[in-house]
């Protein structure tokens, strides 16, 4: 979650509306209740930035930066609330085989909120969970961004999915977007970063 915030801090609130004939998934599908999404070939040019791990209070995030030439850099950080500032604890850059990311973008498209409303919006959460109070930190957070003809961010639109705990939320829809965001993940690369993370964790 901090990841999506230090890396994209000028994003400006909009709505990204594209013709659905090649639909990348049907409403039936999306388990945030988005009743329209764009066509599969606008979505396959979103970048996704994935978080996981982090906070308020800081400590070890793993973070998925996903471009649509299916580059994908992958970094472990470390932060401390109480000292400014961030340790990379490892780094890397990998490349998403064409097949492999065709599965992975389905299944993250199915978390992925119809409007990308920005930071300021409330974020997309599974059918039928809602926050328990303002200490309710999603345990993954994916930020769906496209990219605007313009250079720098200023009309880039953001859309931002956030997978609560088990103890905060475990209806139907939940359950399911975590294992779909699961396997989405295991799709991915093998990363020596992400092996690295998850043996501390």
């Not at 409330?122 to 059918?127: G, N, S, V």
């Not at 997978?163 to 991915?188: D, F, G, K, M």
Request: contains cysteine.
């Amino acid at each position: 979650m901090r990841m999506l915030k230090t890396t994209l801090p000028l994003l400006t609130v909009s709505l990204l509306c594209v013709s659905c004939n090649d639909a990348g998934t049907s409403p039936s599908q999306s388990l945030v209740g988005a009743n329209e999404l764009p066509a599969a070939t606008a979505l396959a040019r979103e970048t996704f930035y994935i978080s996981l791990g982090g906070g308020p209070a800081g400590g070890d995030e793993l973070s998925y930066e996903w471009h649509p030439d299916n580059s994908l850099l992958v970094k472990h950080t470390f932060s401390d609330a109480r000292r400014p500032g961030e340790v990379v604890r490892g780094q890397e850059i990998l490349h998403v085989p064409s097949e492999v990311a065709a599965q992975a973008r389905q299944l993250l498209w199915r978390v992925r909120p119809a409007e990308l409303a920005g930071f300021d919006k409330e974020y997309a959460r599974p059918t039928g969970c809602k926050r328990r109070g303002p200490h309710d930190f999603g345990e993954v957070t994916i930020g769906f961004v496209s990219e605007g003809p313009k250079s720098g961010v200023e009309d880039y639109k953001i859309g931002i999915f956030e997978l609560p705990s088990v103890e905060s939320c475990n209806t139907p829809a939940a359950i399911e977007a975590r294992a779909v965001v699961r396997r989405a993940l295991q799709l991915l690369p093998k990363s020596k970063v992400v092996a690295a993370f998850e043996s501390i964790t």
